[in-house]
RNA sequence: CGGGGAGUAGCGCAGUCUGGUAGCGCACAGCGUUUGGGACGCUGGGGUCGUAGGUUCAAAUCCUAUCUCCCCGACCA
């Protein structure tokens, strides 16, 4: 390709809507362009990309045993009537009726076009297990799209669904996904963790997310470096700390005027936040038997130095969705905010919750239920009882590792994939069975697997840039070769060499964009980083006089001179080495359950 | 949905407070000089100032409404 030709046009200027690099760095490459917010047009730079990491996703996913095709973007709602979704879903499901009157979804993911295509297809467990896998369009109309890439609206993604005839099944197909994706990313030259990630109201088994260590990331994620335990904070837990042992002492109401807040606490009484508890108030929906819901005031205890963990606690309840109690709300059940505790509630009202580490504690302080007042000595089992003793803390930096109990640490990761067991959720739904050998019908266990090449792409910018632009890894960059003309009317000669081996590089089927343009050096040198092909050659009156191609790496400006004879072979050696470099990162992975 | 910010040429911005018929840099086109890390000169094209109402002799500028985009939060199959 020659430069000249190309559609797309390099920015001097950032665009000032960007903020993240790899959004900022797009623009700037002329590689997108957005036309609504969270949706883009990709042009030829960024195409070429999108092209190339869909086909390593083509690649792995063919040698685990999958199958490539293509479902519709467009749903009739009853699919989605019938998984339950259509009800559950806000409006982050784009609906309308077609001509006919007709609700129909724009498909935000495909389980239940899967589950019902399995259901045609799908009779006998001599066709178990079975993988099918595409790369498609997604629209979901998030609330607030972001970060370029990032986060956005419409995006394509490759997604995958296993067919097994039981867990057993999936058990064996799920760790092939795990290396799978390993693979992927180290082929698209990024360094990912997988992490044990929320289930949630999916109700699968299992769940892994893969995350790239970055900065911009939306997730928080909590690492071993002693044992490599790794998890989303969501689901992250930790070791414990030992509760003092004391003799329980009796209550005692002291006055603490004006504090309300555990700090506060803490320093008036001159006690340590963790000799305290605290009280958190929820209104929580609640699925009933009957299908309905019902709002339910969830009161949570934690102790006073650590952060409940919201997600851990809408699990462990079970409910649908959680919000903060209003100050009427919290007073109606006989608490009062800033001086909550257990004791002296209407408990009938309230669904108690108290964290593993409180119950165990003794003589903790805590609210005494009246304006400005605590009490001392408050002990579970003595002054009250829950409806429910489990784990709810976020785990935070410097808390023990579960499995080893060094300090652990958190960090920001942006998920670029993640694999799940479905069980049979969406198979029941649609009525995707099969009979065994005995002649039973039984419902397919279904996984799914997801990676979204858009964001993928943005956190490999991310991860690979300076501050002239990106460093694409070969295997995923546009071109794997840019040859920069620096020809003058004065020296046609160094024109007439550029165009041969532009040819020469063309014929050698080497992919290569040709910077033709009647532009100054700096300029091509300029573009040339910032679009961070990986390979740079120049050719210009200096080193034809030495007989040579000067050549150079974007990642590392490593330099090259390369005879004029034997360049294209030279460069064809270079790429295969760069290649190599990134091809020998893909190695076996252990899965980590 | 709550909070904050911004809409003036493809991009970056000034002009708005104090109303007087739209400007700068980059990019783009032409000509000339230049030519190994974002050249210079001259000439030129391009904007219903987000949109709709209103005030006024006159609105980018004042008033009202509305739309859009960005950031933080909530949300996130």
């Not at 190309?6 to 760095?25: I, K, M, Y």
């Not at 040709?514 to 050096?521: C, G, M, N, S």
Request: proline share 5%; net charge negative; charged share 25%.
């Amino acid at each position: 390709m020659r430069v000249s030709r190309l559609f797309f046009q390099t920015l001097r200027e950032t665009p000032a809507d960007a903020e993240v690099v790899s959004h900022q760095l797009m623009l700037r490459a002329g590689m997108i362009h957005q036309i609504a917010a969270g949706i883009f047009d990709y042009l030829p730079l960024a195409q070429r990309t999108k092209h190339k990491i869909e086909n390593i996703f083509r690649e792995e996913m063919d040698a685990i045993g999958g199958q490539e095709v293509t479902l519709p973007m467009v749903h009739p709602a009853e699919l989605w009537q019938k998984s339950g979704r259509w009800y559950q879903i806000g409006s982050d499901m784009v609906r309308f009726k077609d001509r006919n009157d007709r609700d129909m979804v724009l498909g935000m993911t495909h389980e239940e076009i899967m589950a019902d295509l399995a259901k045609r297809f799908i009779r006998s467990y001599r066709q178990l297990p079975m993988m099918l896998y595409q790369i498609q369009t997604k629209f979901r109309d998030e609330p607030r799209p972001r970060a370029g890439l990032i986060r956005v609206r419409e995006f394509t993604m490759k997604d995958a669904y296993t067919f097994d005839r039981d867990e057993a099944g999936i058990d064996a197909y799920y760790p092939k996904f795990y290396q799978a994706y390993y693979n992927i990313f180290r082929r698209c030259g990024i360094d990912v963790i997988a992490v044990k990630s929320d289930t949630g109201m999916m109700g699968g088994r299992m769940a892994h997310e893969f995350m790239a260590l970055t900065e911009i990331g939306e997730d928080t994620l909590v690492l071993c470096d002693a044992c490599g335990y790794s998890a989303n904070r969501q689901v992250a837990v930790f070791r414990k700390p030992e509760p003092p042992v004391a003799e329980p002492l009796p209550l005692e109401e002291v006055a603490t005027p004006g504090v309300s807040t555990i700090e506060a606490l803490a320093q008036f009484l001159n006690i340590p936040a963790s000799a305290t508890a605290k009280a958190v108030f929820f209104i929580a929906d609640l699925e009933q038997p009957d299908g309905s819901v019902k709002e339910q005031f969830v009161f949570c205890v934690v102790r006073g130095d650590m952060e409940l963990n919201e997600t851990k606690l809408t699990n462990a309840i079970k409910a649908r969705r959680l919000r903060p109690a209003t100050a009427a709300e919290i007073r109606a059940i006989g608490a009062e905010p800033g001086y909550g505790s257990p004791i002296g509630i209407r408990r009938d009202r309230v669904l108690l919750v108290v964290d593993d580490l409180v119950a165990r504690s003794p003589n903790l302080v805590a609210g005494a239920n009246r304006e400005g007042y605590h009490l001392r000595n408050t002990n579970y089992g003595r002054d009250y009882t829950a409806d429910l003793v489990v784990d709810v803390v976020a785990v935070s930096d410097g808390y023990a590792c579960p499995q080893c109990g060094a300090a652990v640490r958190t960090a920001r990761g942006v998920e670029v994939g993640n694999i799940f067991k479905l069980g049979t959720k969406y198979s029941v739904a649609m009525g995707a069975t099969y009979l065994d050998e005995n002649g039973e019908e039984k419902p397919i266990v279904m996984g799914s697997y997801g990676i979204g090449t858009g964001r993928l792409m943005a956190v490999i910018i991310e991860l690979h840039h300076d501050e002239a632009g990106i460093q694409w890894p070969i295997t995923v960059a546009p071109y794997q070769v840019i040859l920069i003309s620096l020809a003058t009317e004065k020296t046609p000669e160094v024109a007439e060499a550029a165009e041969k081996l532009y040819a020469d590089l063309l014929a050698a089927g080497v992919e290569v964009l040709y910077d033709d343009r009647d532009e100054r050096a700096g300029v091509k040198f300029n573009d040339a980083d910032l679009i961070g092909i990986p390979i740079r050659l120049t050719v210009g009156a200096k080193g034809l006089q030495n007989g040579v191609i000067e050549g150079k790496l974007r990642r590392n400006g490593e330099t090259f001179a390369f005879p004029v004879e034997t360049a294209v072979q030279d460069v064809q050696a270079l790429i295969a080495a760069e290649i190599e470099r990134i091809h020998a990162t893909v190695v076996p992975v252990p899965f980590d359950e």
